[in-house]
């Protein structure tokens, strides 16, 4: 047998266990996936109280209701996410807050959280905040400490959407 030979043959069954690996995402039906979600969220005792529908088409996944927090707009979209099976989340969940503050409160919560911690202070990090939209910019030295500034936002009743620019820096402590 000559050599290209050889390596289509070598190549077959790794082909094939590769589709059996992918057969049962493939597999999975939305009614499957729709419940696993519900049951995902239900059990969320950081959801408890909110009014999450979950629609399943197609492995696309549409999130639609009311929540109080946007930390809680956050957790649904995460646990859509990391489904077997999910191709895309389209979250449409509102962010209704009970006792809102002004975006100035909003604004004082969050240079708080930034004043407290020394990797936001020394990431520079610049505040606005509109109607509960928040945008945050910085030059951080961890990869992570954009998203964690973002989840300590997500939690201040008001703030009904987050937008985050950042930048990293090299040198000490970055990964």
Excluded: C
């Excluded at 995402?25 to 239900?42: T, Y």
């Excluded at 389209?90 to 604004?107: G, M, Q």
């Excluded at 990431?123 to 030295?141: K, M, Q, Y």
């Amino acid at each position: 047998m000559n050599e290209p030979m050889k390596r289509i043959g070598m190549a077959v069954p790794f082909l094939i266990l590769a589709l059996f690996q992918v057969t049962p995402v493939l597999a999975r039906s939305d009614d499957l996936i729709q419940r696993e979600i519900k049951a995902q969220i239900e059990g969320s005792t950081k959801l408890q109280g909110t009014r999450i529908e979950v629609h399943v088409k197609g492995l696309l996944v549409i999130l639609t209701g009311e929540v109080r927090l946007y930390e809680q707009k956050l957790i649904s979209d995460r646990i859509a996410w990391t489904t077997l099976g999910v191709f895309e989340v389209d979250n449409e969940i509102r962010v209704v807050p009970k006792v809102p503050l002004s975006d100035a409160a909003i604004e004082r919560k969050i240079r708080e959280i930034v004043k407290a911690d020394e990797r936001f202070r020394t990431a520079g990090v610049v505040v606005r905040v509109s109607n509960g939209e928040v945008f945050l910019a910085g030059s951080f030295l961890g990869m992570r400490d954009p998203s964690i500034l973002k989840h300590k936002v997500a939690e201040i009743e008001g703030v009904v959407g987050i937008e985050v620019r950042a930048a990293f820096l090299a040198g000490k402590g970055s990964p």
